[in-house]
């Protein structure tokens, strides 16, 4: 099973930019379709991004489209979340998911493996 570690998270202001990084150690990382979900205080975890295994095809949750970029290196085995204009509705612990080997389905079910989290603060 591929393990996941997220990093990248800390306090921003509203309006201030992180990158969050997800690193794999799986063999096969090229083939997994990868996501971000995040949860927020006293909220159910939710859909944020989610990237096809080519890089191709992104997708994203209508709260975050236009501030948020999604991204891979494959080679490096590696998941980005650019995230841009934070709001105070941002802050949440955000998790890197990466789907079953083969998967077709939707971006924003909730399947697959996870990373421990890492946390962003946006502060007003």
């Not at 997708?59 to 650019?82: C, E, H, M, P, W």
């Amino acid at each position: 099973q591929v393990q996941l570690v997220e990093s990248g998270g800390g306090l921003v202001q509203a309006g201030g930019s992180l990158r969050l990084s997800c690193a794999a150690s799986g063999r096969t990382f090229s083939g997994y379709v990868m996501a971000w979900f995040r949860q927020a205080p006293g909220k159910e975890r939710e859909f944020v991004a989610g990237i096809q295994w080519n890089g191709g095809t992104t997708y994203y949750a209508d709260s975050v489209k236009g501030r948020f970029t999604i991204s891979r290196d494959n080679a490096k085995k590696t998941l980005y979340l650019q995230m841009n204009n934070l709001k105070l509705e941002d802050t949440a612990v955000y998790y890197c998911n990466a789907k079953p080997l083969g998967y077709y389905g939707d971006y924003t079910q909730q399947i697959g493996s996870w990373g421990q989290g890492t946390q962003v603060t946006v502060s007003s």
